[in-house]
């Protein structure tokens, strides 16, 4: 009697006959989708794995492998609520929610008074070069200059240091699991991102990791230019 073609997987088509070859074939296809079955719980698990590695990258920058939309990351969204409420005795500028809405794109909004994080390698800053001053896009300050932004590689604007006599606030934020300082405006209590001690050692060691969108960039004026 013929061997019967039953079914077609990704090894190809599965013969299974009467005889003993018709059962060995059965059985060596079945350890083969079992062996595949493995690999891709495997590569699962390894998925996983690196997604927790890459959670605090405004973070790690040896963590880049994990910089997709996955890495998003460093978001607080967890904390929407819980974080989001400002504690506006302690700032310079303080305006209603409804005037921050209106003065301030929803992406803006998402990051500064929500907290979020971008994407790596989304913003507009993080591989910008030119000489000039960062700003605060909720009250205009002087955070951070050009001479301390160097390449961390982990796809987010990085300083060694705030602009000198920037109003920065630090504070430790415990979101997502994980002990982190935050960096926020000093003046009006936007969030900026977060501060981590794996900056240039021939400087402060500290790595200020910036988002793009809390950021206004000012060019310097052609006579201040090197």
Known sequence: MADRIVRQHEFGWMRIGPGPIGRVEESMNTKLIQLEDLKRLLLVAAALVLLML???????????????E?????????????????????????????????????????????????????????????????????????????QEKYDSGSGWPSFWSPAEDAKILEETDTSLGMVRTEVMCGRCGAHLGHVFPDGPRDKTGLRYCINSTALDFEPAAADEQP
């Open 54 to 68: 890459g959670l605090p990258a405004c973070g790690n920058k040896d963590n880049v492998a994990a910089k997709s």
């Open 70 to 146: 996955a890495v998003m990351t460093c978001d607080t969204n967890d904390g929407l609520g819980k974080r989001a409420a400002m504690r506006e005795h302690e700032f310079d500028i303080v305006k209603d929610d409804a005037v921050w809405r209106s003065e301030l794109t929803s992406e803006q909004y998402r990051i500064v008074r929500l907290k979020g994080t971008e994407p790596a390698f989304s913003g507009i800053y993080y591989n910008n070069k030119e000489p000039g001053v960062y700003r605060c896009v909720g009250c205009d300050a002087v955070l951070f200059r050009s």
